[in-house]
């Protein structure tokens, strides 16, 4: 049976970005094991359970029925109760201030090589859910850019949705310092797609403790951190490519070990080239 490490941020992620790679595993047979940065219940964004939500820029609902319910009945499970605590797997690495800095480093990396031998090898795919919480947790964190890492070390798939696939951009060997993704070409949430207002965030999270954050649990953000369409371009360089697919329903593209989909509506396809990708060997899609 494949096993596949699928990361959601616990910021809130999009149900149907969860959903269409989740199916896809389901029905194939493989074996899920869910992780957040600090081990914690993720919590699904409401507007990707609400089917009455207009998406500004697309002027119509991106949330259906079908979809809705979905999220709802695996939020309401307890199938993502307890997932995996990456802060508790992957070491942090350590500040160049530290006095013993060098033995730190190479008590890190023993760490990581270790992670890599020993436990990577269990799994055959990493999936990494989109939504707008993956822009707080999960694009600039150190841990979860040494697990893709690992990933492409021992050459096993990744795959990334929507704002997902900033973590790809951002990580890097920290020696050399070039985006992973350099030379590749990947999709992601085009600028055409980006909220002028409305970029939410959802979960347990609250900074005076009582755990319920602004608004009850709904932080307003506005529009959002940085326009993923310019990093991704940027990160790919002068031989790889961005490629949006703006106005083609879905945007799904393969260049191995990569795995990127634009945004909700590529999700199913997502999930089923993953699969296309573990069973049949799917080296280039998309492009």
Same mark, same amino acid.
Request: net charge negative.
């Given at each position: ?18 959903? =269409?790679?989740? *199916? !896809? ?7 899920? &094991? ?14 990707? /359970? ?9 002027? %119509?609902?991106? &949330? ?10 695996? +939020?309401?499970? +307890? ?7 990456? !802060? ?30 020993? *436990?990577? #090898? ?11 919480? !993956?822009?707080?947790?999960?694009? +600039? ?13 021992? +050459?096993?798939?990744?795959? !990334?949705? /929507?704002?997902?696939?900033? /973590? ?21 949430? $085009? ?8 970029? #939410?965030?959802? =979960? ?19 529009? $959002? ?34 795995? &990127?989909? %634009?945004? &909700?509506?590529?999700?199913?396809? /997502? #999930? %089923? ?15």
């Amino acid at each position: 049976m494949k096993k596949i490490l699928l990361v959601l941020s616990e910021w809130g992620y999009w149900g149907e970005e969860l959903i =269409g790679p989740l *199916e !896809a595993c389901d029905a194939a047979g493989y074996d899920i &094991t869910f992780l957040t940065p600090t081990g914690k219940k993720p919590t699904p964004l409401s507007v990707s /359970c609400s089917p009455g939500y207009i998406d500004p820029p697309l002027g %119509r609902s991106v &949330t259906s029925e079908e979809m809705a319910e979905k999220t709802r009945q695996v +939020n309401e499970s +307890n199938r993502l109760d307890r997932p995996k605590n990456l !802060a508790s797997w992957i070491p942090q690495r350590p500040y160049p201030s530290s006095p013993t800095y060098l033995r730190d480093m190479e008590a890190y990396y023993m760490k990581l090589d270790k992670i890599v031998a020993e *436990e990577l #090898g269990e799994y055959d795919a990493l999936a990494i859910v989109g939504g707008s919480g !993956a822009m707080i947790d999960l694009a +600039n964190n150190q841990r979860l850019h040494e697990l893709i890492l690992g990933f492409y070390k021992l +050459n096993k798939p990744i795959a !990334a949705e /929507c704002y997902g696939v900033a /973590c790809l951009a951002f990580a890097r060997d920290f020696r050399e310092k070039r985006s992973l993704i350099w030379g590749k070409h990947v999709t992601g949430h $085009p600028i055409d797609y980006d909220y002028l207002d409305g970029t #939410g965030f959802e =979960g347990f999270h609250g900074i005076d403790g009582s755990n319920r954050g602004f608004g009850d649990g709904y932080i307003n953000f506005g529009p $959002p951190f940085y326009p993923l369409e310019f990093i991704l371009r940027d990160a790919v360089g002068l031989d790889g490519a961005f490629i949006g697919n703006v106005g083609h329903q879905t945007s799904v593209l393969v260049d191995y070990p990569f795995i &990127t989909s %634009r945004s &909700t509506a590529s999700s199913r396809e /997502c #999930g %089923r080239i993953l699969v296309q990708v573990l069973e049949k060997g799917l080296t280039r899609y998309g492009w």
